[in-house]
C-alpha cells in the first residue's frame, strides 16, 4: 500500500445512502454555518495563538538590546544581530509551507494546537538557555536554534487559523472574524510593549542610574539578565491556555464535505459545534423555514437553482476530465459510481491552466512587497525608532530600555491598534482597502523619508514621530491586514491552506530581503539614508496596488457582499461571469426604477 502522504491532494470518497441525501447534507451544513452570529469562540481561540506568534515575533525588539549587553558587552557584532532576526523568519516560513500542505492532506484538527506545542517548547527553551557555567555553550547558536522551532511554531499558525476561522465562519461576518483574528499582531506587540515596561520598572532599583551600557556588572547585569528571561518565557502562558481549547475544536465541515467527502461526520460536526446546548432542539435556527430531510415540514425544493450561496451541488459532478456527469434524483450512490479525479492532477474544479495561478502570485507578491517594507521597520524598531526620535546614544541601562519600550508603545502600539480597529470596521471593503492603502503608504513612506533626510536634527524633527505613527496606522488599516485576509477565502478547499501558507511564506521571504538590507541603512546611528530608503519603499507600495488591481481575487461582489467559499473556489472564469451577470441585473434594476418614475 502505497504512503498517504505520496499524494498531497488526493479526493476521498465516501459511501451514502443516495445523492439526495448528500445534496440535503451538504445545504445544510453551510446553511447552519451561515446562519450563525459572530463566531467569538473561535475567534478567540485562534486569536490566543496569534496574539502568541505577534508577541514572539516582536518581543525580539526588547529582548535583542538586553542580549547585547549581558552577553556581548553592548557591542554585538551586526552579523549576530542578523542572524537572530532572521532565525525567527527562516522557521516561519517552513511553518507556514509545511503545515499548510500537510492540513490540506490530513486535516485541519489533526494539526491544529500541535504548531502551539511547538511554540510552547521553544519558548520555554530560549527562556532557559545560557552561555554555561564556563562558557562551555554557544549562546548565539542556542538562541538561534530555539528561535528557528519556534518559527516553525509561528509559521504554522498563519495558515491553519486563517483557514479554520474562514471555514467555520458565517459568510457575512467572515472578514470581520479573520481582521479580528489578525488583530492580535498589534496586540501582541502592545502585549510585549507593557511586559518590557513591567518587567524593566519591576528592577529598576538594580539596574539605577549609574548602570552604564558598558559597566553593567553585578546586579545589574543579573537583572538585565532575568528581564529579557521574563519577557521571552511569559510568551508561553498564553498558548497553554490557548492549547486545549484548539485540541477541542472538530475538524471542517467543509473540510470533510470537500476534500473527505464525509458528508455524515460534517453534518454531526456543524451540529455539535454550532448548537447552544441550553437550545431547545426544536428552535434550530438551522431548521426553521428550511426544508427537514425525513421531516413534515412542506416548504418548496429549490434544489434547481445551481447558483445558490452554497456554490457547487453534488449532482453536478464532473468526472476525471473535467466533464459533468449527472446523477438522477434519488438514484443509489455506490462508492464506484463517484467519478474521482487523477489523484496527481490538481482538483479538477479549479485548473491552474485556466489562469488561475494569479490568485495565488496576486497573494504572494502583495504580501511579499508589504513585509519588505512592515518588517523592515517592524523587527528593526528598536534602531528605527532611535532614528525617528532622534536620540542621543544612551549611557544608562534604564533610560535605554524604558524608553524604547515607552516610545515603542506610542508611535508603533497605539497606531497599529487604531488601524487594526479601523480595517475590522470596514472588512467588507478589504480588497479597496489593500488597494488604496498601498497607495496610501507609498505617500506616507514618501513623506516620512523626505521629513528624516531634511528635518532630522533640526527643531521640527517631531513632524517625523507625526507622520510615522500614521504610516504604522495605515499598515494595520490597509495591506498588512487583508493580504492575510484574502488569501484565506479565495481558494478552494482542497488546498486552501497550502496556498495560503505560501502566500505568507512570501511576505517572510520579503522580510528576510529587508533584514538583509537594513543593516546597511541602520548601523549608522547620524545617517540620514534610511530617509531615502523609505522614500524608495513607495515605488514597492504602488506596486502591490498596481497588483492588487490586477491579481488579487475580490472576495466581494459588486455590493461588497461577501460571497460564498464555494463559489469563490470556482476559478476566475466563474467569478468574472458572476461580476458579469450582477452588473446586467443592476443595470436592469436601475432601468426599472427609473422606468417606473
Keep these: 500500500m502505497p504512503r498517504k502522504f505520496s499524494i498531497f491532494w488526493r479526493n476521498f470518497v465516501r459511501p451514502a445512502d443516495n445523492l439526495e441525501t448528500l445534496r440535503e447534507r451538504k445545504r445544510d451544513v453551510y446553511e447552519r454555518i451561515d446562519d450563525q452570529k459572530f463566531g467569538w469562540k473561535i475567534v478567540i481561540v485562534a486569536g490566543a495563538g496569534f496574539l502568541t506568534?505577534?508577541?514572539?515575533?516582536?518581543?525580539?525588539?526588547?529582548?535583542?538590546?538586553?542580549?547585547?549587553?549581558?552577553?556581548?558587552?553592548?557591542?554585538m557584532p551586526a552579523s549576530h544581530e542578523t542572524a537572530i532576526n532572521l532565525a525567527t523568519l527562516v522557521g516561519t516560513i517552513m511553518g507556514q509551507i509545511g503545515f499548510g500542505i500537510l492540513a490540506d492532506r490530513y486535516g485541519r484538527k489533526k494539526m491544529y494546537g500541535f504548531e502551539l506545542l511547538i511554540v510552547i517548547v521553544a519558548t520555554v527553551g530560549l527562556a532557559l538557555c545560557s552561555k554555561g557555567a564556563a562558557n562551555s555553550v554557544n549562546i548565539l547558536a542556542w538562541v538561534i536554534s530555539w528561535r528557528i522551532l519556534m518559527g516553525i511554531g509561528i509559521g504554522a499558525d498563519y495558515p491553519l487559523s486563517a483557514v479554520i476561522v474562514s471555514e467555520f465562519a458565517p459568510r457575512k461576518h467572515r472578514a470581520r472574524m479573520l481582521a479580528t483574528v489578525f488583530y492580535m499582531q498589534p496586540?501582541?506587540?502592545?502585549?510585549?510593549?507593557?511586559?518590557?515596561?513591567?518587567?524593566?520598572?519591576?528592577?529598576?532599583?538594580?539596574?539605577?542610574?549609574?548602570?552604564?551600557?558598558?559597566?553593567?556588572?553585578?546586579?545589574?547585569?543579573?537583572?538585565?539578565?532575568?528581564?529579557?528571561?521574563?519577557?521571552?518565557?511569559?510568551?508561553?502562558?498564553?498558548p497553554s491556555l490557548a492549547l486545549l481549547a484548539r485540541l477541542l475544536i472538530p475538524e471542517s465541515p467543509r473540510y470533510l464535505l470537500e476534500v473527505e467527502k464525509d458528508s455524515h461526520t460534517a453534518e454531526q460536526n456543524a451540529k455539535s459545534y454550532f448548537t447552544d446546548p441550553f437550545q431547545d432542539p426544536e428552535e434550530d435556527p438551522a431548521t426553521v423555514g428550511?426544508?427537514?430531510?425525513?421531516?413534515?415540514?412542506?416548504?418548496?425544493?429549490?434544489?434547481?437553482?445551481?447558483?445558490?450561496?452554497?456554490?457547487?451541488?453534488?449532482?453536478?459532478?464532473?468526472?476525471?476530465?473535467?466533464?459533468?456527469?449527472?446523477?438522477?434524483?434519488?438514484?443509489?450512490?455506490?462508492?464506484?459510481?463517484?467519478?474521482?479525479?487523477?489523484?496527481?492532477?490538481?482538483?479538477?474544479?479549479?485548473?491552474?491552466?485556466?489562469?488561475?495561478?494569479?490568485?495565488?502570485?496576486?497573494?504572494?507578491?502583495?504580501?511579499a512587497l508589504l513585509d519588505f517594507s512592515f518588517y523592515f521597520l517592524g523587527i528593526n524598531s528598536w534602531k528605527v525608532i532611535a532614528k525617528i526620535w532622534d536620540t542621543p546614544p544612551y549611557t544608562s541601562v534604564y533610560q535605554?530600555?524604558?524608553?524604547?519600550?515607552?516610545?515603542?508603545?506610542?508611535?508603533?502600539?497605539?497606531?497599529?491598534?487604531?488601524?487594526?480597529?479601523?480595517?475590522?470596521?470596514?472588512?467588507?471593503?478589504?480588497?479597496?482597502?489593500?488597494?488604496?492603502?498601498?497607495?496610501?503608504?507609498?505617500?506616507?513612506?514618501?513623506?516620512?523619508?523626505?521629513?528624516?533626510?531634511?528635518?532630522?536634527?533640526?527643531?521640527?524633527?517631531?513632524?517625523?514621530?507625526?507622520?510615522?505613527?500614521?504610516?504604522?496606522?495605515?499598515?494595520?488599516?490597509?495591506?498588512?491586514?487583508?493580504?492575510?485576509?484574502?488569501?484565506?477565502?479565495?481558494?478552494?478547499?482542497?488546498?486552501?491552506?497550502?496556498?495560503?501558507?505560501i502566500s505568507a511564506a512570501?511576505?517572510?521571504?520579503?522580510?528576510?530581503?529587508?533584514?538583509?538590507?537594513?543593516?546597511?541603512?541602520?548601523?549608522?546611528?547620524?545617517?540620514?539614508?534610511?530617509?531615502?530608503?523609505?522614500?524608495?519603499?513607495?515605488?514597492?507600495?504602488?506596486?502591490?496596488?498596481?497588483?492588487?488591481?490586477?491579481?488579487?481575487?475580490?472576495?466581494?461582489d459588486i455590493y461588497n457582499e461577501s460571497r460564498s467559499l464555494e463559489d469563490l473556489s470556482k476559478g476566475k472564469k466563474t467569478r468574472k461571469i458572476m461580476e458579469a451577470d450582477e452588473k446586467r441585473e443592476a443595470r436592469r434594476a436601475e432601468q426599472a426604477r427609473y422606468g417606473n418614475v
Aim: charged fraction near 15%; hydrophobic fraction near 45%; aromatic fraction near 12%.
Design 53 to 75: 506568534d505577534a508577541y514572539d515575533i516582536f518581543a525580539v525588539n526588547m529582548v535583542l538590546p538586553m542580549l547585547e549587553i549581558v552577553y556581548w558587552e553592548n557591542k
Design 290 to 367: 428550511n426544508e427537514i430531510v425525513g421531516g413534515d415540514t412542506n416548504v418548496p425544493d429549490n434544489s434547481a437553482d445551481r447558483n445558490t450561496d452554497q456554490g457547487i451541488m453534488l449532482d453536478d459532478l464532473t468526472n476525471a476530465e473535467g466533464h459533468s456527469q449527472r446523477f438522477d434524483q434519488g438514484q443509489p450512490l455506490n462508492v464506484d459510481d463517484l467519478p474521482i479525479p487523477d489523484p496527481d492532477a490538481p482538483p479538477s474544479h479549479q485548473k491552474w491552466t485556466d489562469g488561475n495561478w494569479t490568485d495565488l502570485v496576486g497573494t504572494s507578491a502583495t504580501w
Design 187 to 238: 496586540a501582541g506587540q502592545l502585549l510585549a510593549n507593557i511586559v518590557a515596561i513591567c518587567a524593566t520598572t519591576r528592577y529598576r532599583e538594580l539596574i539605577h542610574e549609574n548602570s552604564g551600557l558598558s559597566s553593567c556588572v553585578g546586579d545589574c547585569m543579573n537583572a538585565t539578565d532575568e528581564i529579557w528571561r521574563w519577557i521571552v518565557g511569559l510568551g508561553a502562558v498564553i
Design 400 to 501: 535605554y530600555i524604558i524608553q524604547f519600550s515607552w516610545r515603542a508603545l506610542i508611535s508603533v502600539s497605539v497606531s497599529s491598534m487604531i488601524g487594526g480597529a479601523l480595517f475590522i470596521a470596514m472588512a467588507k471593503h478589504r480588497h479597496n482597502l489593500q488597494m488604496f492603502g498601498f497607495l496610501i503608504l507609498a505617500v506616507f513612506l514618501i513623506a516620512v523619508g523626505g521629513t528624516f533626510a531634511t528635518l532630522l536634527g533640526g527643531r521640527y524633527f517631531a513632524a517625523i514621530i507625526v507622520l510615522y505613527f500614521f504610516t504604522q496606522l495605515f499598515f494595520d488599516f490597509g495591506p498588512n491586514t487583508s493580504t492575510f485576509v484574502i488569501p484565506a477565502e479565495v481558494f478552494p478547499t482542497q488546498y486552501r491552506a497550502t496556498c495560503h501558507g
Design 506 to 556: 512570501s511576505g517572510k521571504l520579503g522580510s528576510i530581503i529587508a533584514q538583509i538590507i537594513a543593516q546597511v541603512y541602520l548601523n549608522d546611528n547620524r545617517s540620514k539614508s534610511l530617509g531615502w530608503a523609505l522614500i524608495g519603499f513607495s515605488a514597492l507600495m504602488i506596486a502591490g496596488a498596481w497588483i492588487t488591481r490586477i491579481w488579487v481575487p475580490n472576495p466581494c
